[in-house]
């Protein structure tokens, strides 16, 4: 049984720019979520998906979207990024909602 | 509000002895009150969790203590290890906002040999 994998796992941006971070859920679960974890933070919710479907959205920009495939891989977008967005971006697969969660190791995101 | 506290930030702890993590909440809710374990490096991992019509729930060297009415909850490691050293999140959910988490700022375990 595979985890969660995400790529890549480190990543440097300039202020302004587009990134996409992906996301492999583990086998057999087709649910979705990520957060966002600052340093010395928790996670922060940032949305889930469920069956390819945005299905719950927390206190995040519309800058920040995402995509679920029909394997129920993912992909998270942030736009014009901003120096705040530095961050450990961290995807977690479930099987059905709710249930519980199996978090990969993360994107170091750093925006310069 | 959807807020879960945490303290303390950081414990020292030496071997063999009890460390012991306390989180609060708001939101009456939340239904679901896990505890993830992360090291360097790495994702969350769940370690244990409990729901509030339990009051403790215990799985080897951790347990859970849960007070519905103050609306508290603490994760106790009993015979701690190095290897224990971690950073520890309490986190809350309510099966209606789906599988979304609210997590706790976190507590920087060290556990001295």
């Known amino acids: 049984e595979t985890g969660v994998t995400q790529s890549p796992t480190h990543l440097i941006k300039t202020r302004g720019q587009q990134v996409t971070l992906r996301c492999s859920s583990q086998s057999g679960h087709n649910t979705v979520s990520w957060y966002q974890q600052a340093l010395g933070q928790g996670p922060q919710f940032i949305f889930q998906y469920y069956r390819e479907e945005e299905n719950g959205r927390g206190n995040f920009p519309p800058r920040f979207s995402g995509l679920q495939f029909p394997n129920y891989s993912s992909e998270l977008n942030v736009n014009a990024l901003e120096l705040d967005d530095s961050a450990l971006y961290l995807c977690?697969?479930?099987?059905?909602?709710?249930?519980?969660?199996?978090f990969g190791s993360g994107t170091r995101l750093t925006v310069v | 509000q959807q807020q879960v506290k945490q303290s303390p930030q950081s414990l020292i702890v030496q071997k063999g002895g009890i460390s012991i993590i306390n989180c609060a909440y708001e939101?009456?809710?939340?239904?679901?009150f896990p505890w993830y374990q992360q090291f360097p490096g790495k994702g969350p991992a769940l370690l244990i969790a409990i729901r509030p019509d339990v009051s403790e729930k215990k799985e080897g060297r951790f347990t859970i203590s849960f007070n519905k009415s103050a609306k508290q909850f603490s994760l106790h490691i009993m015979d701690s290890q190095p290897g224990d050293s971690a950073t520890y999140f309490c986190?809350?959910?309510?099966?209606?906002?789906?599988?979304?988490?609210?997590f706790g700022g976190g507590t920087r375990l060290m556990v001295k040999p």
């Open positions: 986190a809350a959910r309510t099966e209606n906002a789906g599988n979304m988490l609210t």
């Open positions: 939101n009456t809710a939340f239904d679901y």
């Open positions: 977690a697969s479930s099987l059905e909602v709710p249930g519980g969660y199996t």
